[in-house]
């Protein structure tokens, strides 16, 4: 397994990752991804945190995002595995977050998604398993070792600041963050989701 780490000395937002496709050839069975695109949506009270991190094509780090990862965590730091429940990880004195709530009604737990809008595998695949570890007070940094259903392997650090709302990427999402989570906890779907937004416009 290949680690990438962020940048020694960085403290800004970035995030660094690795898709290792183990069912592909030559180039496309490990893809190196950088960008400056990690976004913590986290506010005090919160019983949820999600993360979105967004990368342009391999090679570059700026551009128009092609590849899209998404997480729902707990709002503490610590380490956390793909299905665990968050609920059962919070403080009871901990509020529950309005905005997560409009989600859905079923228990939060720990999942995400990889949206990838280029190549033959454009489209959703969704995290079965893994963990991911974050630490950080103003700034969250943290690792991914995650494996998605479609069998994608993604390592790889982050830096996010907190304070970034993303309600409307949720929204547009809602099926995604959905399936994530039946995924996340050893259920199927009947078919892989897609983005319903080619690019995210938030702001």
Avoid at 46 to 51: R, T
Wanted: charged share 25%; net charge negative.
């Amino acid at each position: 397994m290949v680690m990438v780490s962020v940048a020694g000395g960085c403290s800004r937002p970035h995030a660094t990752v690795e898709l290792i496709h183990p069912f592909e050839f030559g180039s496309q069975q490990s893809v190196a991804l950088e960008s400056e695109r990690a976004q913590l949506d986290l506010d005090t009270g919160d019983v949820v945190a999600q993360l979105k991190c967004e990368w342009p094509l391999p090679g570059s780090r700026y551009g128009t995002p092609q590849y899209v990862l998404y997480l729902r965590l707990p709002p503490t730091t610590g380490v956390f595995q793909i299905g665990d429940d968050i609920s059962s990880l919070q403080s009871e004195s901990v509020a529950r977050d309005s905005n997560s709530a409009k989600i859905t009604d079923e228990p939060e737990v720990v999942s995400g998604f990889l949206i990838q809008r280029t190549g033959r595998l454009e489209g959703v695949t969704h995290m079965v398993s893994g963990q991911i570890e974050v630490k950080g007070a103003k700034l969250r940094r943290g690792t991914i070792n995650v494996t998605c259903a479609d069998e994608t392997e993604i390592h790889g650090t982050f830096i996010a600041k907190p304070g970034f709302r993303m309600s409307n990427f949720e929204r547009d999402h809602r099926i995604d963050i959905a399936n994530a989570r039946i995924v996340a906890t050893g259920g199927t779907i009947p078919e892989q989701s897609s983005a319903t937004e080619p690019v995210s416009k938030e702001k």
